[in-house]
Structures are given as structure tokens and as C-alpha cells.
């Protein structure tokens, strides 16, 4: 037996890799490419939200076990708020069970119901993290792929209206001939991901009318975009049609209500008879989530009913602000010459999908991490995805993770944009699609004319800065460096490049504008910062910023050096011998606080 096979276990074979997640964030970061990959949003939970979290944290009369399956305040929310969309009354004792976010209520539904040999019907696409789940539990995918809409010339999406919309459908022949003596679950997703389709009351009936001849089949729904429902008014759910309320079990994600993906709660509503298989699970694996969150979010769920910025309620402002970034993303990609792939305009959701069918498929760009893999080959929609990241600094995903394995060359002929972002992140991604990167053996062709131009010394600068490995932050036009007095500078209008191996080194071009506010303002302006991995985001329309932590500003140093050690010399001389560096000045000086200079603030200037 092979060393790295010692631990094998077949439960999760082939999953002990990185995600695609992972993987395309990674990417994104490695490559500073504007990330429209994983679907989470990147603006900040409603005030009322972070106001109920702080209240709750606070109360330590909340820091024990709760309830296991759910905190009594939270699963009387949750009733209090579903009857209206299940019309009918919601044990919440007994008909509700909290989970640690949607994909954990999933997962402790497949694992209730699923046993070895058991087939779980999936309508393709569908949301990709099910496949693993159901291979732990043993069980077979059984994939019915839908058919995707005829992609449609960009003009028809310049202004996007109730009647734009590509609907996929479903091959109702197929999916009755999915259903075996095996089949246990059908899973459904509606409003999907990644597609975006809402299943109509007409189509949750044909499946209704399949289903009375599998009785013993149970219909796992995933409605988790239950909100981000685009022109619908009102999500149709499997539950409400006639007969199924028994064999339905709903999942929702307070994550995706409240735009805050990382507090993991989740739940599932169902009949007693379905939800009593689904506790044991999750009290024998987590036991409950955390109080003071459960509280938080049972407050939230009644508050979001109260008017928001000029709509009913926060449920109806996310469906129209959802709706008006898609609209955003889809019309303004519409007039983009130099990106020609065509996209779909979903329903509903957090994405839009791109039809790579007509592109050929090759590329010479590799997945960070995969540098050592033996025999790698990609498919198709990974491989568009590395060019159009490496040609226009964006990044998207794949759709073939989203097939069965049977299907995933279907899959292989999408790629998918997350349009959950920022008007700027969006504006950023929509401004580089305009604006492609030439290969580095065109940018030679071009020096000659950019000779003309006067601009070769740059060019050369920028050059020998991607050798150093130094690359520019994307979206950064302000950096705030907190030095450890917890006085913050602010640099406006700089352009920043990092390195990826050598720790703490920056090297920041542009007008400096100093600003020590007093410790007050310092504080408000930290607060703002929510740590995530390494990814820093900042409240409101201001454009991503990235702290530099633990360094001491020094005064102004002419003989200040950026710290060299690990870069390639030759191309440090580039930076500062050929370009308007040269000219530059160190102004300030960084230190680490065990003395180190980690950066040099460069003003480029001609005297
Ligand atoms: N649901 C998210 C998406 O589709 C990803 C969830 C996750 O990263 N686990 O992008």
C-alpha cells in the first residue's frame, strides 16, 4: 500500500482534494482577478441584522447548549414566518429543525434518508456540493439534465425587461425514467444554482403527478435563493401542492436571507415524520449552533418584514436589488466588444451563465496548486475559465461540477458569473472584459508604437514588476496601512503591488495624500473591517481596501530601500532605474515592528 493510501477511506474517495471553491478563489487571489467565481455576497448583512448580532453576543445569559435542534426562539421565528408562504400552521417544535447553514441541512437530510444502494434523482444542473453528500451516504446520482436555452444575440439584452429571461426546461420523459424501485430522494432546487430557474406551480405538479407512483420517494427542496426571485412575486413551493406537504422537506439559509454566507444557519420545515429522521443526525454530529446567532436571526427574520429603503419589506428590497444587479451586469456586458461570449439572463438567483458550446478548448494556464500533478487535463469549462482569467482578470466557474458524472460534458459547455457583488466589483469585472490583457509577445510587437507614446519606460517598469512577482491589487485606489499606535494613513489614489512569496512587501506607486485622523475617526474606520481569510471588505460603494497590519511609520528617509531580499535583483534595478522609479522618492518608510523595512511609500515624481 501505497504511504499517502494508508488513511484512504472509500466514503470520501475522490473528494480529498481542494474544492472547486477553494480552487477559483484561489485563483482569483493569486491572479488579482476580480472574483465572480464562489456565489457569496461581497457587500455587509443589513444594520438590523449586525445590530441583533451585537445585542445577542452581549447577553451572556446565552453561551450554553440550546435546544439541540434548533433554539426555541429561533424555531417559533421560523414557523411564525413560513406559515404564510406553506399555508398551513408550522409545529415549531416538531416540524423544524436548525442546522449549521442550507449545505449542512442537506447534508443531514441525505444522510437521514439515503442508505447504501439508495438513488437520489437530481435535476442537472444542480448545486454541486449533493454529489459528495450522497456518495458518503453510499447512495447513486441519478442526473436528468435540463434543456438549456438557445443562447440569443447580446443586443437583445441591453435593456433587460420582464420578457428577457432564458428559461431552461425540464424533459419531463426523462425524469419519470429516472424513478427506479432504488429511487429515495428527489432533490430539487428552485430557484436553482446555478441556472436561476424557478420551477413553476405547472411544473411542480407534473412532478407531483410522477412522484404518486414512487411512494416511498421523499422530495428534498433547496430553496435557499428563496428571495433573490427576480420579477416572481411569490416563490411556488413543492410543499403547498396538493398531497406532497408529507414527502417534502424545505431547506432555507438564513446565510443567503441575510447576505451573510459565513454564520452557517440553516433550516429544514417539514412534516414530523420527515423532520424526526433528520434530528438524530444533526444532534449526534453538532448538537446546536450557537444562541446568541440563533436569537440574532430569529429577530432578524420578524424585523425583515418592517419597510426597507423605500419596499415593503427587506425580502422585497433583496428581490429588486438582486434583480438590479443582474440587470447591471447583463446590460452592461451586452455593449462589451471584446468579450464574446454570450450569457444568459436567469430568472432568479445569484448567476448568470455564459455558453462556451462554440469555443474550442485549449489552454496553457494550470490551476494554482495543480504545478506537480502528473497527467492533468481539464475540462473545457476549466479551460476557458484559465484563458478568460489569464485575458481579462476575472474569474468565474465551472458548470461541469454541477452534472452527474455521466453528464459533465453538458456541464462542460457553461461557465458561470456570480453577479451577487457590488455594483463596483461588478463595474471592475465589466471594465476589464473591456479591456483585455495582451500577451506578452504582442506587448513587444507594441513597444515600437508605444516608443512614440513615451510610454516603453513603464511598460517596462510594469513588466519587470509582474517578474518580481509583484502584482497589482485590483479594485485598491486607497490603502490604509494601521500601524500599531492605531493612528491610520491613508494613501488615495495609489496603485499597489504585492507580492504573493515575499511576505509584507508592497510597493505602492501614486500621489500620496497623508491623513493621521485623530484615535477617534482611527477606530470608526477600523471597525468597518471584517477579516475574511485575507480577503478585506469594506461597507458601502468605497473600493476594496487592504490593510497592512503591524508596521511603524517612519519619517521621511531618502535613502529608504523596498526590502529586496528573495527578489530577483536585476528586475528591482528595472523598477527603479528605468521607469519614472528613478525619479522616486521614498517618503515614508514602513518597519515591521521587530525593525524590518517591509515597504517603502514611493512618490513618483520628475524633480
Ligand atoms: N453556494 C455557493 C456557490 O454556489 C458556494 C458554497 C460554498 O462555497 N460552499 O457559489
Redesign the pocket.
Known sequence: MKEDQKFESDIVQGYTKP?I?CKFTELAEKTNSVNL????PDWQPPKFFMDNMQKQFSNTAFYQYTRNVGSIKLCEAVSRNYEKYFKRKIDPMTEVVIGAG??NVLYIAMMALVKRGDEVVMIEPF???CCPQIQFCGGKVVGVPMIPPKSRPKSEFEKITKDVKDVWTIDFESLEKAFTKKTKVLYLNTPN??TGKILTYEELHKIAKILEKFPRVVVLVDE?YEYQIGDCQELPRMSTVKGMWEKCISVMSAGKIFNA?GIRIGWAIGPNSLIRQLNPVFQYSSYCIAEPMQNAVAESLDMANESCEGFESYYKWTANHYKSLRNHFLENMAKVKTFDINLLCPESG??TLGDISKLKSESKYILPGDENEKNLSYPKDYKILLNICNQYKVVG?PCSPFYSKEHKNIGENFI?F?FSKQTSTLDKAIHNFSNPVKDEEEEEDDDDDDDKKGNKSEKKVRKALGKLGMTKINGVNRVTVKPKDNNILIIKDAEVFSSKDVENTFIIFGELTFDEPDKKAAKEELQKFTKEGETLQKQGETKTEKPIENVVIEEEDPNAEVNTDGLDQSAIDTVMEEGNCSKAKAVKILRSTDGDVVAALLKLTDN
Open positions: 474544492t471553491w467565481g464562489q456565489g457569496m442550507g449545505v448545486y454541486h456540493d444554482n446555478p435557499v454566507t445569484f448567476f466557474m458561470r456570480a
